[in-house]
């Protein structure tokens, strides 16, 4: 997230739309949150520190991005 998308931000109960790139995403459509793609736990978006720029996921913590990486990367 950089300055210009911090004023995008949303304070309603509305998801918001991401897209998650390298080291930040952007905001696509206003929101407080976005949901964990493995918990579907919500996420502020001050507090997003995951994701998966392939998969353009966003995980609540490290131990669900490392279950969802498990999953996508089985072991041969």
Not at 2 to 21: E, Q, T
Not at 44 to 54: C, G, H, S, T, V
Request: hydrophobic residues 45%; contains cysteine.
């Amino acid at each position: 997230m950089n300055a210009f998308d911090r004023d995008k931000i949303s304070k309603a109960g509305d998801p918001a739309v991401l897209h998650y790139g390298d080291g930040e995403f952007v905001v696509m459509k206003p929101g407080a949150f976005v949901l964990c793609a493995v918990t579907g736990q919500k996420i502020p978006l001050e507090a997003l520190r995951y994701w998966n720029p392939i998969a353009q996921e966003a995980y609540a913590g490290p131990e669900q991005a490392l279950v969802r990486w498990q999953a996508l990367n089985p072991k041969k």
